[in-house]
């Protein structure tokens, strides 16, 4: 009785593995292959938590013009910001990211849903930088805020959902307005 029970566990086990391991189903009802995966991430994980801490958002006009190297926090591991330059000007931000990998041919700053509903000039494509790194450019609402962007993965052909917080105690004192 003793070796049925384990057996039966042992079977259990690797049937959920194996299940685990086929990762999200990438196609849609249409079956063009183009679909999001909200949930999952491109190794069939879940996505990360973004790091625990409270968030009072910094806009714009309370940064004074100039550029700087900030981080930025992802809610994934395969969504992995290497380097980010933000540049302040007119009360405006954008970031330039450079990535870890190649994996991700363009972004959507919104959810991956979204992007599927836009058209695709909205879409952010990437720029190879001089090492030959991926980079992307996009718009910052306000540091210490959580943002929707969405990834589009080559290999799995379809969006990733993602949050992006660009950390506002990554830049200069003195960078902000004092008011």
Do not use: H
Request: proline letters at 3%.
């Amino acid at each position: 009785m003793k070796k049925l029970s384990i057996i039966v566990l042992l079977v259990f086990l690797m049937t959920f593995m194996a299940a685990c391991s086929a990762g999200p189903d990438s196609s849609t009802e249409d079956g063009s292959g183009e679909g999001t995966a909200t949930e999952q991430g491109e190794t069939g994980e879940g996505t990360e938590e973004t790091e625990e801490r409270v968030l009072n958002p910094i806009s714009a006009d309370q940064i004074k013009d100039g550029v700087y190297e900030i981080d930025v926090d992802s809610s994934s591991s395969m969504f992995r910001v290497v380097k980010c330059e933000l540049t302040v000007e007119n009360g405006e931000m954008n970031a330039v990211m450079t990535m870890s990998g190649q994996g991700y041919g363009k972004l959507y700053m919104g959810t991956g849903e979204e992007a599927l509903k836009d058209s695709e000039d909205t879409y952010i494509p990437f720029v190879l930088d001089e090492e030959g790194a991926k980079t992307f450019t996009v718009p910052v609402e306000a540091l210490d805020k959580e943002i929707d962007c969405a990834a589009w993965s080559i290999k799995k052909e379809q969006w990733y959902d993602r949050i992006l917080v660009f950390k506002a105690d990554t830049i200069p004192a003195d960078a902000l307005n004092s008011k």
